[in-house]
């Protein structure tokens, strides 16, 4: 005969005892389709100063070079053309 050790955790939980969910929770959610996440929940602030998406043509070997370094290659090419801008007045460069 087993003998029942008294140890154990219960594993059923009551479905009464969830948490309510509110407008604002349901805001906060992020909404998936399989594993790909389809919408953001509104959990952060927007950024004060968000990227901004163009269309721009580079030499390809800048291009190469800056894909070469690995994930993030856009990010750190925004902080090279940043620093860039720091050190160099544009309107002096030569546009040839």
Do not use: C
């Not at 939980?13 to 407008?23: I, S």
Request: avoid cysteine; hydrophobic fraction near 30%; charge should be negative.
């Amino acid at each position: 005969m087993s003998v029942n050790k008294g140890d154990s955790t219960p594993t059923w939980v009551d479905p009464d005892d969830a948490p309510e969910l509110t407008e604002e929770w349901l805001e906060g959610a992020h909404l998936y389709r399989g594993d790909q996440l389809l919408k953001r929940g509104r959990g952060r602030p927007p950024l004060e100063r968000p990227k901004i998406a163009v269309k721009v043509r580079y030499d390809q070997d800048v291009i190469d070079t800056f894909r070469a370094s690995g994930k993030g290659w856009q990010t750190r090419m925004n902080l090279a053309l940043r620093r860039f801008l720091a050190e160099h007045d544009v309107s002096e460069l030569d546009q040839r």
